[in-house]
């Protein structure tokens, strides 16, 4: 919110600002979701459409008006299109499970550590960062530059990967 205020320059348009933030944030979230099916993008959306109407905020006359309400719907619409044609143009590439990560050492000996050490580097990183570090799987997403659904499903396949080498580790 702060950075939204610190276009506009007059206190008035500021106050206008915040009351058409705290009225209809929730309702673009909605239609940009509706559009996205993605929350992560859908923030973005509703993020550049908050830029966009601070930068016209002299256009609006009341914040809290069926008019406002149908302009900034429109922007968040407008917004989530956008991202949505973006992401069609360039789409995400498949995760590779052997692109190198961090290198870990570790001097203990058990059958846990023997089997994290045997992981792919992306899964290795993956549960330390998780398990050993404690980041939420937004937090590693962020660390790891890769999008929240793609980090949720790399922590997926890393438990899985870790539960299967330790039953095989069990067993011999």
């Not at 992306?122 to 997403?141: C, F, N, P, T």
């Not at 929240?148 to 990967?161: C, G, I, T, V, Y």
């Amino acid at each position: 919110m702060i950075f939204y205020l610190s276009i506009i320059e007059t206190p008035e348009e500021k106050s206008k600002l915040e009351q058409i933030y705290l009225e209809y944030r929730g309702l673009m979230f909605h239609v940009a979701n509706s559009i996205l099916h993605n929350e992560q993008d859908a923030e973005d959306a509703i993020h550049q459409a908050f830029i966009k109407i601070a930068e016209n905020i002299q256009k609006i006359d009341e914040p809290v008006c069926p008019k406002t309400q149908g302009y900034v719907v429109t922007i968040a619409e407008n917004k989530a299109i956008d991202l949505y044609r973006r992401r069609i143009k360039h789409p995400m590439v498949e995760m590779d499970d052997e692109v190198p990560g961090i290198s870990f050492v570790y001097e203990g000996e058990n059958a846990l550590t023997a089997c994290i050490l045997k992981l792919p580097a992306r899964y290795r990183e993956m549960i330390l960062l998780r398990y050993h570090y404690g980041y939420s799987v937004k937090e590693v997403a962020a660390i790891m530059g890769i999008s929240f659904s793609a980090a949720s499903k790399l922590d997926q396949r890393a438990k899985n990967k870790l539960k299967d080498l330790y039953k095989k580790e069990e067993q011999s």
